[in-house]
């Protein structure tokens, strides 16, 4: 089955400098990749998605990048905020199922004012 | 509009007991998702539901466990005889279709806590 392993575990920045996520995936069948922010007490909410025929997708402070060669994906966040302090997850469909996801276990990101 | 709804919110059970978590999905959503978040993890896939086809149940850890969606709206997810180990946050999701492209929406979770 899908693995889909994320790093780092915990990611401290300064306000206002740039964050990364990294992830990999095992299943080369897998084609889509959403990244989801959750906070404490909350559910995880959508942030950004990538499908397996885009290299790379922005939205405002955040991009994503795929190289599906190499079986990885990244999330970028710039000029990052305090409220931008979350856990994060990666996730990789399993196989061609975009309703089936694997997880990554998560980065905790932690943006000092 | 109203999120996707679940309840209780926590619970706490002993050993051995059942347990029944409720989610409302948004209406209108024809697609409904059971993740399990275990303390420390990311989501475990659980069970899929998609209109009237019968529902991808392969994630489902054990025969302990099952869910139903009556009349293609609530969804209820059963563990019987709970363990320990079925200590986790329950997360149910749905989405407008199953598919490419629909956002899935999650509730805030069942923290269910088996002593």
């Known amino acids: 089955g899908e693995n889909v392993e994320q790093h780092p575990s915990t990611l401290s920045v300064q306000e206002g400098d740039s964050a990364v996520i990294k992830c990999t995936y095992s299943d080369s069948a897998s084609n889509y990749f959403p990244w989801y922010k959750q906070e404490l007490g909350k559910g995880p909410q959508l942030i950004i998605d990538i499908r397996s025929n885009v290299g790379e997708k922005k939205d405002q402070r955040i991009a994503v990048t795929l190289n599906k060669t190499a079986k990885h994906f990244s999330l970028h966040i710039t000029e990052t905020q305090p409220e931008d302090s979350a856990v994060y997850f990666c996730a990789a469909s399993i196989g061609s199922n975009d309703y089936k996801l694997s997880f990554g276990a998560g980065t905790t990101v932690t943006v000092r004012a | 509009g109203a999120g996707v709804s679940q309840s209780p919110s926590n619970k706490v059970t002993e050993k051995g007991k059942d347990v029944e978590l409720r989610c409302d999905p948004i209406s209108g959503h024809t697609a409904l998702y059971w993740y399990r978040q275990s303390l420390g993890q990311g989501l475990e896939f659980l069970i899929y539901?998609?209109?009237?086809?019968?529902?991808?149940k392969s994630g489902l850890p054990s025969d302990r466990f099952s869910a139903e969606r009556t009349g293609g709206s609530v969804s209820t997810l059963t563990i019987q005889r709970t363990q320990q180990e079925d200590s986790a946050v329950y997360l149910c999701?749905?989405?407008?279709?199953?598919?490419?492209?629909?956002?899935?929406?999650f509730g805030e979770g069942s923290w269910l806590t088996v002593v």
């Open positions: 999701a749905s989405s407008l279709w199953g598919s490419s492209g629909n956002t899935i929406y």
């Open positions: 539901f998609q209109g009237n086809s019968a529902p991808d």
